[in-house]
């Protein structure tokens, strides 16, 4: 059995930018200051925004949070008995670009970057492609890229250009998302300028937690899978504790059209969904099945969804049956990113 982590992250350094045409430099993300305290916040300038590099884990060395070395990181991966990490961004998640055309540079030359680094090593590390969002005529070339070069998934936040996920804006994104077989994971984020600028001085969780709450809510409720039948779907580092409280909640809104939920959601819509060590996985089950959970370790950062051993504490705290943990942590993350 295989130990797939799906969800780490690579925190990002300049050099993600040396992809960037010679025509976009002018675009290019630079890293300004630092504030005063402990831990000190350094921050990107991006398009006439601040935004924190954020919450970076400083107990790991700098060459495995940015990956520069991965000759460190996967000596750390080693010692946790991880065998494959799922690399996702952490610039995005936040809203990085108000103009198209500066979203597309950055999502372009993130892009690049992240291949060339998972081409050093692509029997350990797998990623999601970053699509330019504003610039839907230019997401299909982006995820073929991906395809081509090891990405495994394609990146999505909670709302994006100020709308719902399952607007059909999108439609178009799925449509190439599902014939490529990458599934769209939508990760703790807001890429809505508008939303998270509302919620700016809250911690997180109504900006960035409950946005991915809400777009799962919004995609099962307006039959997107039922509209792509072979997307795949990933709801990443908002625990699981939820799922219950949204089934019901789409249970009760689908009787009132005279409709019934099917008793298997996540199954039945082909959903996964990242849990926890610390989520009542006996409670979560019994919505969720135990086919359609996986876990990360949130590797690289040092928010509240961080937890660097809980791939192996899922296997030593005993909670769960031996088959059940296998599924967690081997077929289910296969499956959702057909590894």
Request: net charge negative; glycine share 6%.
């Given at each position: 059995?295989?130990?797939?982590d ?10 993600a ?16 200051g ?9 921050y990107w ?6 935004m924190p ?28 008995n ?6 996702y ?85 799925y ?21 998270h ?16 709450v ?14 792509f039948?072979?997307?795949?779907i990933?709801i ?11 089934v019901h ?11 019934k ?12 969904v ?10 979560i ?10 876990i990360?370790?949130?590797y690289?950062h040092?928010d ?23 599924k967690i942590?081997?077929?289910?993350p296969?499956a959702?990113?057909?590894l």
């Amino acid at each position: 059995m295989a130990v797939i982590d799906a969800d780490a992250h690579v925190i990002e350094n300049e050099s993600a930018w040396d992809y960037m045409l010679e025509s976009e430099r002018q675009f290019r993300p630079r890293i300004v200051g630092a504030t005063s305290g402990e831990p000190a916040v350094d921050y990107w300038y991006i398009d006439g925004r601040l935004m924190p590099r954020t919450n970076v884990e400083k107990k790991l060395p700098e060459a495995a949070r940015d990956m520069s070395d991965l000759s460190i990181r996967i000596k750390h991966m080693d010692g946790l008995n991880i065998d494959i990490q799922v690399i996702y961004p952490t610039i995005f998640i936040f809203p990085t670009a108000r103009r198209p055309e500066v979203d597309l540079a950055i999502c372009r030359s993130y892009n690049r970057w992240m291949a060339a680094i998972v081409a050093k090593a692509p029997d350990r590390f797998r990623w999601v492609v970053v699509p330019p969002l504003l610039n839907m005529d230019r997401v299909a070339e982006e995820l073929k890229f991906g395809k081509e070069h090891g990405a495994c998934g394609v990146y999505m936040r909670g709302l994006e250009a100020d709308r719902r996920l399952s607007d059909s804006y999108f439609f178009s994104l799925y449509e190439t998302a599902a014939r490529l077989d990458l599934p769209i994971c939508v990760h703790s984020a807001n890429g809505s300028i508008t939303s998270h600028d509302f919620f700016l001085d809250e911690p997180g969780f109504c900006k960035f937690k409950l946005a991915v709450v809400g777009a799962f809510h919004s995609l099962i409720n307006d039959g997107i899978p039922e509209r792509f039948p072979n997307l795949r779907i990933g709801i990443i580092e908002v625990s699981a504790q939820w799922i219950p409280y949204a089934v019901h909640d789409l249970a009760r809104r689908h009787a009132r059209r005279g409709k019934k939920l099917s008793d298997s959601v996540l199954r039945d819509k082909r959903v996964y969904v990242t849990c926890q060590t610390d989520d009542d996985l006996d409670y979560i089950l019994g919505y969720a099945g135990e086919n359609n959970l996986v876990i990360g370790t949130d590797y690289g950062h040092s928010d509240n969804a961080s937890e660097i051993e809980a791939l192996r504490k899922l296997r030593t705290e005993g909670k769960l049956a031996t088959g059940v943990i296998e599924k967690i942590l081997d077929d289910n993350p296969r499956a959702l990113y057909a590894l």
